[in-house]
């Protein structure tokens, strides 16, 4: 159960957010400070599995043979074996646009290192690199779970974004997925709560709300 400022702050958000003719998207922008952000070890680089979902489509492709990619197809929006893995290695646009169209990458162990090796230099910087799927792990329990799944990233900036929800979607559940996130960047950060100077909420053209 999410805090009730933070209740309050997405109510405010979904409405004053003015009608669009699209379905609009509901975002965290979190403004960090007191942290040396120019070395890696203090940035934020995490993936964060939302309990009342994204609210959006999340796009999932899996690098995977035999049994798991039959199994892969059910639920993913695509599904690429070795031989596809090498071809793309050798287009270097198609390859990018893949990366670009794509929000996650799964991929059996067996082909981790042949994926670095192919798309390691267009993966990598994007930050989409593959998980590593176990061969005892479940394709698509996995590929569930990461459909809920966002990514929270600030590289070298102090403010970073991340998507929490969907303007349909109520405000408790979004604000139970704010929720989860800072109690995870409270955990992570290397001084809590006293790393995170303010967070803000909105719609994807409406006015921001202060959360925190």
């Known amino acids: 159960m999410a805090d009730q400022e933070i209740e309050n702050a997405v109510s405010r958000a979904l409405e004053d957010a003015p009608e669009r003719n699209f379905r609009e998207t509901v975002d965290l922008a979190v403004n960090l400070r007191d942290l040396d952000l120019n070395d890696p070890s203090n940035r934020v680089d995490e993936s964060v599995v939302l309990p009342a979902g994204t609210g959006q489509e999340t796009?999932?492709?899996?690098?995977?043979?035999?049994?798991?990619?039959?199994?892969?197809?059910?639920?993913?929006?695509?599904?690429?074996?070795?031989?596809?893995?090498?071809?793309?290695?050798?287009?270097?646009d198609a390859a990018k646009d893949l990366a670009d169209d794509t929000d996650f990458f799964i991929a059996e162990k067996d082909l981790m290192q042949d994926i670095g090796r192919?798309?390691?230099?267009?993966?990598?910087?994007?930050?989409?690199?593959?998980?590593?799927?176990?061969?005892?792990?479940?394709?698509?329990?996995?590929?569930?779970?990461?459909?809920?799944?966002?990514?929270?990233?600030?590289?070298?900036?102090?403010?970073?974004?991340?998507?929490?929800?969907?303007?349909?979607?109520?405000?408790?559940?979004?604000?139970?997925?704010?929720?989860?996130?800072?109690?995870?960047?409270?955990?992570?950060?290397?001084?809590?709560?006293l790393n995170i100077d303010s967070v803000y909420v909105k719609t994807t053209m409406g006015p921001a709300m202060e959360v925190a």
Not at 68 to 87: G, K
């Open 59 to 92: 796009t999932i492709v899996v690098f995977a043979e035999g049994e798991t990619a039959l199994r892969a197809e059910e639920v993913a929006d695509d599904v690429l074996d070795e031989d596809e893995l090498e071809e793309l290695g050798g287009d270097d």
């Open 118 to 193: 192919y798309l390691g230099t267009v993966l990598g910087p994007r930050g989409k690199m593959p998980e590593p799927l176990d061969p005892d792990d479940d394709v698509v329990e996995v590929i569930e779970r990461m459909k809920n799944t966002v990514q929270l990233r600030s590289g070298e900036r102090r403010t970073f974004h991340t998507r929490v929800g969907a303007e349909d979607m109520s405000a408790e559940n979004i604000s139970d997925n704010i929720d989860v996130i800072l109690r995870r960047l409270h955990a992570d950060l290397e001084k809590g709560p």
